[in-house]
Nanobody
Framework: QVQLVESGGGLVQAGGSLRLSCAASGFTFSTYAMGWFRQAPGKEREFVAYINRSGSRTTYADSVKGRFTISRDNAKNTVYLQMNSLKPEDTATYYC???????????????WGQGTQVTVSS
């Protein structure tokens, strides 16, 4: 069965860094575009970052450009989100997502992970 399992979340001070990982199984990972979304309490889920199936193209939300980097290792069936210069407003549950032929940034998603919590203290 399909699984996306996020890890790497936790507590960090403002200005610090975290690296999130998403381990995929149960589908052909290399044929799927992958991405990250986040949802803070009381807010809608929002797009964070996108990477195409080969890793040659990435797209970011304006709020994280220059601070976050998405990458993938198809040999390990894993997608990453390196988060630097973290701000309190980055506090949210972060979700890994995948799509085969849809527009991931529009939340046209085939598979969602369960999420990992990121909390940034001021």
């Amino acid at each position: 069965q399909v699984q996306l399992v996020e890890s790497g979340g936790g507590l960090v001070q403002a200005g610090g860094s975290l690296r999130l990982s998403c381990a995929a199984s149960g589908f052909t990972f290399s044929t799927y575009a992958m991405g990250w979304f986040r949802q803070a309490p009381g807010k809608e889920r929002e797009f964070v970052a996108y990477i195409n199936r080969s890793g040659s193209r990435t797209t970011y939300a304006d709020s994280v450009k220059g601070r976050f980097t998405i990458s993938r290792d198809n040999a390990k069936n894993t997608v990453y989100l390196q988060m630097n210069s973290l701000k309190p407003e980055d506090t949210a549950t972060y979700y890994c997502a995948g799509t085969l032929n849809k527009r991931l940034w529009m939340m046209e998603i085939d598979y969602w992970g369960q999420g990992t919590q990121v909390t940034v203290s001021s």
